[in-house]
């Protein structure tokens, strides 16, 4: 598509588009819309293994959930090849506004299997993905990348999706090899916003809106993406400091109405309680197995008054 879709419209818009960053295992539909009401206006799903998605119905119906209410939405996939990439966007076309491919995962069972990072070896594969997306599917393809130590690689790199077809790129400010602790790089991702002409996204480091604001005046960029920061703080795009006690509570009952798994539920209120929890607290926290076990640490040790007729109804 050569307007880019929905989410292009956001990034040429004025101000600064706040995303949800895809996050395996999280990103999933009650936090996405979770995201949106507090403030967020895009959200990825988790990366989803083309392969796999394109041959199991069971992995389709784990691996891709999502309502009305789920929108803008943008689902990313990890591919190796045009075909399996094509294949499963077609599959997700009806459902999103854009698909995604993942160009930037740095674990190491995926760069073994030749997706994720490893295809920043392989610019030709990934604009020949782009294309071919764009083909079939008829749907905005975007793709999401790290920085290489010769920056000279990242802006050919980027310029050649731009020619592919590629709607907008999304650029974590790190290379392959470097983690969380150290600090993302602005200069480059500035560089990659200066080499092309479509939107471009960054991402790393956005803890706060301060933080957000921050990037984009440093960087000019079109959108940031969050990812460790908004798993603490799922208002963070709306402006709190801090995630609200009533934010907590809606999550949990998008949890429970949308028939989340308890694990994935736990994780995510840990994560939002972390700052609050001390060590004993966060051991109690941590050996709840239900989620009226969560309703009853929130108003005993938190103070948050949560429903308790939320908790699912064989908990009661």
């Known amino acids: 598509m050569e307007d880019g879709g929905r989410v292009c419209e956001l990034l040429r818009a004025p101000g600064v588009t706040g995303i949800v960053a895809p996050m395996v295992r999280y990103s999933k539909l009650p936090f996405r819309i979770l995201c949106r009401r507090w403030g967020a206006d895009v959200a990825f ?39 399996e990439m094509a294949s499963a966007a077609l599959k997700v076309a009806a459902y999103t506004d854009a698909v995604d491919i993942n160009c930037g995962c740095p674990q190491r069972w995926a760069i073994e299997e030749g997706i994720g990072s490893a295809l920043l070896h392989d610019p030709e594969l990934v604009s020949c993905m782009v294309k071919e997306t764009c083909r079939v599917a008829a749907i905005p393809c975007s793709i999401k990348i790290r920085v290489d130590k010769d920056m000279r690689n990242t802006v050919e790199f980027a310029r050649r999706a731009e020619a592919a077809g590629a709607a907008w790129i999304a650029v974590h400010g790190r290379t392959q090899r470097q983690r969380s602790h150290e600090p993302v790089d602005l200069d480059a991702i500035k ?12 991402n790393g480091d956005a803890f706060s809106l301060r933080d957000v604001e ?35 509570a809606e999550f949990l009952r998008l949890s429970v109405s949308l028939s989340s798994e308890f ?10 309680l972390g700052p609050y929890l001390n060590r004993a607290m966060r051991r109690e926290f941590s050996a709840l197995s239900s989620v009226a076990g969560i309703v009853d640490f929130l108003s005993v040790q938190m103070g948050v008054a949560v429903p308790r007729e939320l908790a699912p109804r064989h908990e009661r």
Request: one cysteine or more; glycine letters at 6%.
């Open 45 to 83: 799903t988790p990366m989803i293994v083309a392969e796999t998605f394109n041959r199991s119905q069971q992995a389709r119906d784990v691996e891709f959930t999502t309502n009305q209410e789920d929108r803008p939405l943008v689902v990313q996939f990890a591919a190796k090849s045009s075909t």
């Open 191 to 202: 560089m990659v916003k200066e080499s092309v002409s479509i939107p471009v996204v960054a």
């Open 214 to 248: 921050h990037i984009a005046d440093m960087t000019g960029v079109d959108g940031v993406m969050s990812a460790r920061g908004i798993l603490a703080n799922p208002a963070l795009f709306g402006g709190y400091d801090a995630v609200p006690a009533e934010c907590v």
């Open 263 to 272: 694990i994935t539920t736990h994780h995510h209120t840990m994560f939002m």
